[in-house]
């Protein structure tokens, strides 16, 4: 009895295979990385450190902007191919 | 249920074709050589066995032609993933190269505007001279709805 237990337990096993197997599509490594947090302006009296602080937070967002582009071109891009397997 | 059916195609197909043909013959032979003694007299015994092995070879015969469909359907799906895979990383090469175009352009920009604002310090610093309170509201504004 045991014996039979055993294997058909075995023959349980022996049937779980996915016949065909898809891979999660990879995402671009430059687009795995978070926004940095914006950049503090420095105790200073001088317009022209406040201004270079801002250039550089309108750059981060401007990055971080296209990043989120990207994201949103990556998920319709291979929506698109996903959905054309069937 | 299922595991009988995996034993059973671990048969090759051959065995059943060749089984379904004896069968038919046998079948046959029960009515048509009845000068033969031993099937004269198993005459009864070869109808039913024989009409049992037919029902069960045709049985396993639709069984292999409906695997054979799902293997088809197997290959072509596994055809059409291994495209899909492919143009997924044409797709993901695509992006990355839009993607570092883009960034690269922001960032020769603000080099650009650094310098600008570097070269032109005397000048924008000589009419505005900025509260320590402007600094602060705009540090706070900075962080605003930041994930702690």
Redesign the interface.
């Given at each position: 009895m045991k014996t039979l237990v055993a294997v058909?337990l075995l023959?349980?096993l022996?049937?779980c295979v996915t016949?065909?197997?898809?891979?999660f599509?990879?995402?671009?490594e430059?687009?795995m990385t978070k926004c940095p947090?914006?950049?503090?302006?420095p105790?200073?009296?001088?317009?022209?450190e406040?201004?270079?602080v801002?250039?550089?937070?309108?750059?981060q967002y401007?990055?971080c902007s296209?990043?989120v582009d990207?994201w949103l071109?990556?998920y319709n891009?291979?929506k698109k191919?996903?959905d054309?397997?069937? | 249920m299922?595991?009988i059916m995996?034993l059973l195609s671990l048969v090759p197909d051959f065995v059943y074709h060749i089984l379904l043909i004896l069968a038919i013959l046998a079948f046959g032979a029960s009515y048509i050589l009845k000068m033969v003694p031993f099937i004269t007299t198993n005459a009864f015994v070869i109808r039913i066995a024989s009409a049992l092995l037919i029902v069960f070879c045709a049985w396993m015969e639709g069984g292999i032609a409906n695997e054979a469909k799902?293997k088809a359907r197997?290959a072509e799906?596994?055809v059409?993933?291994a495209k899909?895979?492919k143009?997924?990383?044409e797709?993901?090469g695509k992006?990355?190269t839009?993607?570092?175009d883009?960034?690269n352009t922001?960032?020769e920009?603000?080099y650009v505007?650094?310098n600008r604002?570097?070269k032109?310090?005397a000048k924008?610093?000589k009419t505005?001279?900025?509260?320590?309170e402007?600094?602060s509201i705009?540090?706070g504004a900075?962080?605003v709805g930041?994930k702690k």
């Amino acid at each position: 009895m045991k014996t039979l237990v055993a294997v058909l337990l075995l023959l349980s096993l022996v049937g779980c295979v996915t016949p065909v197997k898809r891979e999660f599509p990879r995402v671009p490594e430059q687009l795995m990385t978070k926004c940095p947090e914006l950049l503090d302006v420095p105790p200073t009296t001088k317009l022209s450190e406040v201004l270079t602080v801002v250039t550089k937070n309108y750059g981060q967002y401007q990055e971080c902007s296209i990043k989120v582009d990207s994201w949103l071109d990556w998920y319709n891009e291979q929506k698109k191919i996903f959905d054309s397997v069937k | 249920m299922w595991q009988i059916m995996w034993l059973l195609s671990l048969v090759p197909d051959f065995v059943y074709h060749i089984l379904l043909i004896l069968a038919i013959l046998a079948f046959g032979a029960s009515y048509i050589l009845k000068m033969v003694p031993f099937i004269t007299t198993n005459a009864f015994v070869i109808r039913i066995a024989s009409a049992l092995l037919i029902v069960f070879c045709a049985w396993m015969e639709g069984g292999i032609a409906n695997e054979a469909k799902w293997k088809a359907r197997v290959a072509e799906l596994e055809v059409k993933v291994a495209k899909a895979e492919k143009e997924a990383a044409e797709a993901n090469g695509k992006i990355q190269t839009v993607y570092v175009d883009r960034v690269n352009t922001v960032k020769e920009i603000q080099y650009v505007t650094v310098n600008r604002i570097a070269k032109d310090a005397a000048k924008i610093d000589k009419t505005c001279v900025i509260d320590p309170e402007a600094i602060s509201i705009l540090n706070g504004a900075a962080h605003v709805g930041v994930k702690k």
